[in-house]
Nanobody, 123 residues
């Protein structure tokens, strides 16, 4: 079973930055695709960013393009989400996820999930 552990959550004012980390318990085909999703209170979980770790390809949700960047450190089996120009509407629980199949920024495509980390953006 793949374990994903998120860190880096917290509170920041609008316009600020945060970086999330997701450490995976293994570097294998089961973590070939890793990404970030978020769920705001009363809303459905949505895709934020995804990384195909083999090809280095990245995918972003429309609402975060140009502000968020996903990256990896293979030596640490860790994926990062750099979040800049944060907005109050970015407030949500952020989840790290991994998939063994196609790298699609879709909740239903993910096989493994972390427990989440809370991001709160104040105006």
């Amino acid at each position: 079973q793949v374990q994903l552990v998120e860190s880096g959550g917290g509170s920041v004012q609008a316009g600020g930055s945060l970086r999330l980390s997701c450490a995976a318990s293994e570097n294998s085909y089961r973590t070939r695709c890793m990404g970030w999703f978020r769920q705001a209170s009363g809303k459905e979980r949505e895709g934020v960013a995804m990384l195909d770790r083999s090809l280095g390809r990245t995918y972003y949700g429309d609402s975060v393009k140009g502000r968020f960047t996903i990256s990896q450190d293979n030596t640490k089996n860790t994926v990062y989400l750099q979040m800049n120009s944060l907005k109050p509407e970015d407030t949500a629980m952020y989840y790290c996820a991994a998939a063994t199949g196609l790298c699609v920024l879709s909740v239903s495509s993910m096989n493994y999930w972390g427990k989440g980390t809370l991001i709160t953006i104040s105006s």
